[in-house]
């Protein structure tokens, strides 16, 4: 790696820097319009970080390296940090006076939708605030379908639903201009937020927080303007299955929506990991439902909607909470567990291993025990109608592989800073797949990770990264062949 595209990946950050100020406006304006003080602090970080921006986006002007792997891995990590970075001022700058460590993990948390937090009294934060937590899980979510659809197959780490849509064959191609693309993709993300604050507005929950919510639902981001999350509105069945329909969509391959919406392709959506997704989303809501009602004589609807809409916000990685699933009983929390793994599409807003992934898993695991019957047999690996090259087989087996290793590691390093078994486990699962809340009394879908040591919150930022960068375009630079020649 030579040092021009270092310069030219720290000028593409710095570029993306810039807008990202802009950004800190809309808080501040909204901040003044309702009268808190805390409009002066997004306006100053707004000028000092487009400034400092400006003056190393300059600094750093030159050649552009051509486009390769190792330039690509460089700037994927470039811009999330950044991101991570910048997202981070305002939560030191504002009224909350949040501490280096709690501002950069609320800014990781959100930029990689996480949604775990470490602010209480959201309830009567400063609108501002609660505004730029959802602004950076709205950005953070379109960063995440443009890294499924565009940086991954680039990267060779993953992507089936942009492999699904391109095509040797230029005719099948959805659009033939990468601008075209961006803009609908852009479009239909926009378009599902404001159908989601609509749908929630008409649920009757309150303007401000609706937009705020829409933004984390479709991100998946899990951020609420409430201490509580969705506790709130437990009693109120249409707001939570305006949320359970906006998750699920969330967690869809916009590329297959694209091809839906604009191109009018029915065909597209029997992806066949859209079906696996669904498949698992309904299985696991409808078991939990009947064993609320069977053990806990909760009414059967009121069961489905709780068991439906902690199980999908879960799944897609969203990690709201409509109730305290700690107390459910031992399957309950056991399908809650397993469900932390699984994630939506590729291409979505989620996080997890993600459905596509298991799909190729068990197609591997199918071809093998028939090889122990028929050795000679040669069998390929499928994707629907598809076989699946050699390339993104040893992808998703190395993805996993690395996944397990790094929360085996995880478990071991929060479990140094004191935390309990059960914290330790679920909350380096949680960041690693961007879920969110955890099991147990303090990282749970009542508490938060407000009073977890600094090690552990820089521990869990680490691992968020992780998990939302698909844990190998993380680890790819840190090893002497990224770096030599």
Request: aromatic share 12%; net charge neutral.
């Given at each position: 790696?030579n040092?021009?595209a270092?310069r030219a990946?720290?000028h593409?950050a ?6 990202l ?5 809309i808080?501040?304006?909204?901040d ?14 707004a000028?000092?970080m487009?400034g400092?921006?400006l003056?190393?986006a300059?600094?750093t ?5 051509p ?12 811009l999330?940090i ?5 997202g981070a001022?305002?939560f030191?700058t504002s009224?909350?006076g949040?501490s280096?460590?709690?501002s950069?993990f609320e800014?990781?948390?959100g930029v ?7 602010i209480?009294?959201?309830d009567?934060a ?5 505004l730029w937590?959802?602004l950076l899980?709205?950005?953070g979510?379109l960063?995440?379908?443009a ?25 099948d191609?959805p659009?033939e ?5 961006t803009?609908?993709?852009i479009?239909i993300?926009?378009?599902?937020v404001?159908?989601c ?10 303007g401000?927080h609706a937009?705020?919510?829409?933004m984390?639902?479709?991100a998946?981001g ?7 999350s969705f506790l709130?509105y437990?009693?109120n069945?249409a707001?939570?299955?305006?949320g359970i ?5 969330g967690?869809?391959?916009f590329?297959i929506?694209i ?6 392709r ?9 079906r696996v ?6 299985v ?5 439902a ?6 806990m004589?909760m009414?059967f609807f009121?069961?489905?909607?709780h ?6 916000s879960?799944i ?5 909470a ?8 031992p399957?309950?929390?056991g ?5 932390t ?13 993600k459905?596509?992934r ?5 197609e591997?695991?199918?071809n093998?025990?028939r ?5 000679n047999?040669v069998?390929?690996?499928?994707y629907?109608d598809r076989?699946?090259a050699?390339e ?9 592989a ?9 478990i071991?390093l ?9 914290t330790a486990?679920?909350?380096?699962l949680t960041?690693?797949t961007?879920?969110g809340?955890?099991l ?13 040591p600094?090690?552990a919150?820089?521990?869990?930022s ?8 698909e844990?190998l375009?993380?680890?790819v630079?840190f090893t002497?062949?990224f770096w030599?020649?």
């Amino acid at each position: 790696m030579n040092r021009i595209a270092v310069r030219a990946a720290i000028h593409v950050a710095a570029v993306f820097a810039i807008y990202l100020s802009v950004a800190m406006l809309i808080p501040a304006a909204v901040d003044l319009y309702y009268g808190n003080d805390d409009w002066r602090s997004f306006a100053f970080t707004a000028l000092f970080m487009g400034g400092l921006s400006l003056a190393i986006a300059l600094a750093t002007q030159g050649r552009v390296p051509p486009a390769n792997t190792r330039f690509g891995f460089l700037l994927v990590n470039f811009l999330w940090i950044t991101l991570a970075i910048a997202g981070a001022v305002p939560f030191m700058t504002s009224s909350l006076g949040l501490s280096v460590t709690d501002s950069i993990f609320e800014s990781v948390s959100g930029v990689t939708t996480t949604g775990s937090t470490v602010i209480n009294g959201l309830d009567s934060a400063p609108p501002g605030i609660l505004l730029w937590r959802s602004l950076l899980s709205f950005m953070g979510g379109l960063g995440v379908i443009a890294l499924g659809l565009f940086l991954l197959p680039f990267l060779n780490i993953g992507g089936v639903s942009y492999f699904k849509i391109e095509s040797s064959d230029i005719e099948d191609r959805p659009f033939e201009r990468f601008q075209t693309f961006t803009v609908s993709l852009i479009g239909i993300y926009t378009v599902l937020v404001v159908a989601c604050t609509i749908s929630y507005v008409a649920a009757g929950m309150d303007g401000f927080h609706a937009i705020n919510h829409a933004m984390s639902t479709v991100a998946t981001g899990g951020f609420s303007t409430h201490d509580t999350s969705f506790l709130r509105y437990a009693d109120n069945p249409a707001i939570l299955w305006t949320g359970i329909v906006f998750m699920f969509i969330g967690g869809l391959p916009f590329s297959i929506m694209i091809l839906f919406a604009v191109r009018g392709r029915l065909d597209a959506l029997r992806d066949p990991q859209i079906r696996v997704y669904a498949g698992y989303c309904i299985v696991f809501a409808v078991a939990v439902a009947i064993y609320l009602r069977v053990n806990m004589g909760m009414p059967f609807f009121n069961a489905l909607t709780h068991s439906t809409f902690n199980l999908m916000s879960i799944i897609t990685t969203a990690g709201f909470a409509s109730d305290d699933y700690n107390q459910w009983g031992p399957f309950a929390i056991g399908c809650i567990f397993v469900a932390t793994f699984l994630g939506g599409c590729s291409g979505s807003t989620t996080g997890g291993i993600k459905a596509y992934r298991f799909l190729i898993l068990f197609e591997l695991l199918s071809n093998g025990l028939r090889r122990l019957i028929y050795p000679n047999t040669v069998i390929p690996v499928r994707y629907g109608d598809r076989t699946v090259a050699p390339e993104m087989q040893s992808a998703v087996v190395l993805f996993i592989a690395s996944f397990m290793v790094l929360w085996a590691i995880t478990i071991v390093l929060l479990s140094a800073t004191g935390l309990d078994f059960i914290t330790a486990v679920t909350g380096s699962l949680t960041s690693l797949t961007n879920v969110g809340p955890g099991l147990g009394p303090i990282i749970g879908p009542v508490g938060n990770f407000s009073s977890l040591p600094d090690a552990a919150k820089w521990i869990c930022s680490a691992a968020m990264l992780l998990g939302r960068l698909e844990i190998l375009a993380v680890l790819v630079i840190f090893t002497p062949t990224f770096w030599g020649r």
